[in-house]
């Protein structure tokens, strides 16, 4: 049988539009269960809205609409959104579905004819945008919510009651066993300190509103909204509808949540799973809150950061990048795009981008295309491949504790060996020794850097890990691969296919002037044959200087020598160079150009030679040139000014 595994989204209001908050926890969502399903679970994971409560029934006045119609409406954007940063999602609940209607009833209900729901009337400071109440020891400054500091409603009302104390100390001894019950550790501490206070019985119904479920048997009063949106993680997995779908994922689920809601996951959630008899969650993660650079995110200071906008300026994928790996999961973070630009530039383009298209190039240029079969026993061969069976382990155990900015470290860290692999072995010069057993296992070996890199990756950046996947030649997608089936050395015999850029550069210039839009990709550039390094004694010791083409000739016995008469200013000279197909004689007289001034003369076609022109050129496969442009200065320096 499959290990289950279950992961839930909070439910978001619809009364605003998706932002970063939003973005972030179900993209972290969708990467664990990405990963999850490549380890071989079956996952499910749920996100969804929540319609209910006095903040959507007041935002719909507000627009003049009628609650539903604005849910109806809204609701769209989140879709949507998923949508463009490529979620997964198995669900998507909304609180006003019927089968969610049904559930909520059915729990009120059970609760009520066992007593541990009962009526009283509450008095108290309620914060209307919360849908809250405050208890006075809580308040802020001038009677206002500690969370969002707007001012508190005195509020009375006859109300339903959940005898949410008669389970605390059933709850503390689950905690006590279960230290991964609330992760990260501060937060467990936290929840903790607040199981061990004062928990009170909770107000479950309100009589002053309308939008809501209403109660059976007592229709003036609906669900509290808070006490309705927690049920819609046991809904959708079929609590009433289908027990076998319920018992497959409950209570194998983990609620990540941001850290304002917690007491709601971690506190009345369990105590109402265990008043209804259910289990525990085995785990509420928590994230920290993001602020946009460095100050708090909100509309009035209109700098909340609209993820649709990410999305299209920067790719959805680098997008999900940045979020998972600019800060430690469950710490607060600070989101700029200049931060975004700076590791889409670094990581995905110059680290993931340069090590695809080098070994690309370098498989097609000298292995015909065609993943090489590994051998000899180079000990740097086997390091790299046991850093890449290494770092599987240390993603899947950082992945255990939802550490996603450890998992992309190892990740890039393996790239990055990758990268130095390259410099270290120089397969180029591999190539021009003639080592070609050596070479073939060079290339096994960063080829499959890449197959593995493909894998790991694809959680945090599907599409791209796929358009990777596609370009190493490999079948089907890597989404549905199983990392567990791993074997290094699988991927030879695969013929890779046309190298495309995958996270093209954005210039920085062109961005800080805000045209950031279309970073325009870089052309492949074949990895050069490389020479070896020299010291600046060793460059000096070519004497280059301007020199004026006074004449060329051609020479009846070469296809490619111009016979150039050259004046350096100090003195004329006869120099060969092998432009002819590029130049008409009467194009080169009277240009400047630079010319190699101490070089050995020679005999060229039967013409003696006495240095060298310059020119940049490209070659084809036979070495002869396909493109040349001379080097000339750019303006008209005197004749025989030295080159440095
Ligand atoms: N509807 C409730 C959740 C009910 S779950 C049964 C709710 N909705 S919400 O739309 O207001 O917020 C949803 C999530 O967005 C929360 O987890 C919250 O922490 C998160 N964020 C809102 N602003 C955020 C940031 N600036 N940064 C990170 N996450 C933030 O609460």
Known sequence: ???????????????????????????????????????????????????????????????????????????????????????????????????HVRVVQAMFKKLMDQEDIYKGSYEGWYCVPCETYVPESGMGGNRTCPDCGRPLTMMREESYFFKASKYVPQLIEHYEKNLQGVMPRARYNEIMSFLRGDVRDQSVSRTTLKWGIPIPGDEKHVVYVWFDALINYATAVGYLDAPEMFQKYWPVVRHMVGKDIIRFHCVIWPLMLLALGNNVPVSVVAHGWWTVDGEKMSKSKGNVVDPFKMAELYGADAFRYFLLREVPFGNDGDFSESALVGRI????????????????????????????????????????????????????????????DEALKHIWAFIGRGNKYIDETMPWKLRKEDQGERLNAVLHTLYE??????????????????????????????????????????????????????????????????????PSAPEATVEPEHEPQIDIEGFRSVEMRVARILKAEEIPKSKKLYKLEVDLGYEKRTIC????????????????????????????AGVESNGMVLAASTRDASGAAESLALIAPTSDVPLGSRVS
């Open 1 to 99: 049988m499959k290990k289950t595994f279950y992961i839930t989204t909070p439910i978001y209001y619809v009364n605003d539009i998706p932002h970063i908050g939003h973005a972030y926890t179900t993209i972290a969502c969708d990467v664990m269960s990405r990963y999850k399903r490549m380890k071989g679970f079956d996952a499910h994971f749920l996100t969804g809205t929540d319609e209910h409560g006095q903040k959507i029934q007041a935002a719909a006045e507000a627009k003049g609409m009628t609650p539903q119609e604005l849910v109806d409406k809204i609701h769209v954007n989140f879709k949507e959104l998923w949508k463009v940063l490529n979620i997964s999602n198995d669900d998507f609940i909304r609180t006003t579905e019927p089968r």
């Open 345 to 404: 530039n670094s990581d995905l383009a110059n680290d993931l981008g340069n090590l695809l298209n080098r070994t690309l190039q370098m498989i097609v240029n000298y292995a015909g295309g065609v993943a090489p079969k590994g051998g000899g026993d180079d000990p740097l061969d086997a390091e790299v491949r046991a850093l890449g069976e290494a770092t599987l382990g240390l993603v899947d155990k950082t992945m255990e504790t939802f550490s996603y």
């Open 449 to 518: 850097v890449l197959r593995l890199s493909a894998l790991l990756t694809a959680p945090y950046i599907p599409e791209s890990a796929e358009k990777l996947w596609k370009q190493l030649g490999l079948p089907g997608s890597p989404l549905t691969e199983k990392l567990d089936d791993f074997r290094w050395g699988e991927g030879a015999g695969t013929k890779v296919a046309k190298a495309e850029v995958l996270f093209p550069r954005i210039d920085l210039e062109q961005w800080r002037r805000g045209q950031v839009q279309p």
């Open 577 to 604: 160079a092998g432009i002819k197909p590029f130049f008409k004689p009467e194009e080169l007289t009277g240009k400047r150009v630079v010319v190699v001034a101490n070089l050995k003369s020679a005999k060229l």
